[in-house]
């Protein structure tokens, strides 16, 4: 799972239709709208943003993360990825399914 903020909601859809559909890179999105309180270019800010969880699987995390840093809106976006061991099977089932492109599966035979 990789997560990221986002200033917005549009830009979240924007960016995640793209990921999910056109690229494979990840199976779905969750997003919630939180607070953040962190401190930036000297001075202490309080915004409003979205949490993006990006659910992924490990084959496609490297190119998921490059991809969020290349369309991120921020100049230094946060980017996190969190390494599951315990995942039901028919999830990560899913996940694999969804995420696999045609030369990931040719490579996988």
Do not use: G
């Not at 799972?1 to 559909?21: A, F, G």
């Not at 939180?34 to 270019?41: A, F, G, L, M, Q």
């Not at 699987?57 to 100049?75: F, G, M, N, S, V």
């Amino acid at each position: 799972m990789v997560i990221s903020t986002y200033p917005n909601e549009q830009s979240i859809v924007e960016i995640s239709r793209n990921l999910i559909v056109a690229k494979k890179l990840c199976a779905c999105i969750s997003l919630t709208k939180v607070r953040s309180i962190y401190y930036w270019d000297n001075k202490l800010e309080d915004q409003d943003e979205f949490m993006v969880f990006f659910k992924t699987t490990r084959l496609r995390a490297r190119a998921l993360k490059e991809e969020i840093r290349r369309l991120h809106p921020y100049d230094l976006p946060e980017i996190l990825e969190l390494k599951l061991d315990d995942i039901s099977t028919d999830y990560l089932s899913w996940l694999e399914e969804v995420t696999t492109v045609e030369t990931d599966a040719k490579v996988q035979r």
